[in-house]
Nanobody, 125 residues
Framework: QEQLVESGGGSVQAGGSLSLSCIAS????????IGWFRQAPGKEREGVAT????????VYADSVKGRFTLSRDNAKNTVYLQMNTLKPEDTGMYYC??????????????????RGQGTQVTVSS
């Protein structure tokens, strides 16, 4: 059974940092697209960052480029999202999502059927 479990998140002031983790189970972890999307109240879901676990670089939404870093540890079936220089507009529920694919795009993250329960990120001004 495929499962994604997120951890991390919390509340921080603008300019601060937070780190999220997502542990995947039930996947062939070395051959999936995995990443994060977020949703703020009253707003549409937004893909944040994604990576192909078989190799290659992470792909980011323009809104987070240069501030967020997505990394993976295949030995631990885990991906990490380091979020720096956070802004109030980064506030939202962050979800880990994954799919058996090698064509990883941030826009596709919101359409993946497999996702975690979400973790809240709140950035105050």
């Amino acid at each position: 059974q495929e499962q994604l479990v997120e951890s991390g998140g919390g509340s921080v002031q603008a300019g601060g940092s937070l780190s999220l983790s997502c542990i995947a189970s039930g996947y062939s972890f070395s051959d999936i697209c995995i990443g994060w999307f977020r949703q703020a109240p009253g707003k549409e879901r937004e893909g944040v960052a994604t990576i192909y676990t078989g190799g290659g670089s992470a792909v980011y939404a323009d809104s987070v480029k240069g501030r967020f870093t997505l990394s993976r540890d295949n030995a631990k079936n885990t991906v990490y999202l380091q979020m720096n220089t956070l802004k109030p507009e980064d506030t939202g529920m962050y979800y880990c999502a994954a799919a058996s694919s090698y064509l990883c795009t941030v826009s596709s993250l919101t359409r993946y059927n497999s996702r975690g329960q979400g973790t809240q990120v709140t950035v105050s001004s």
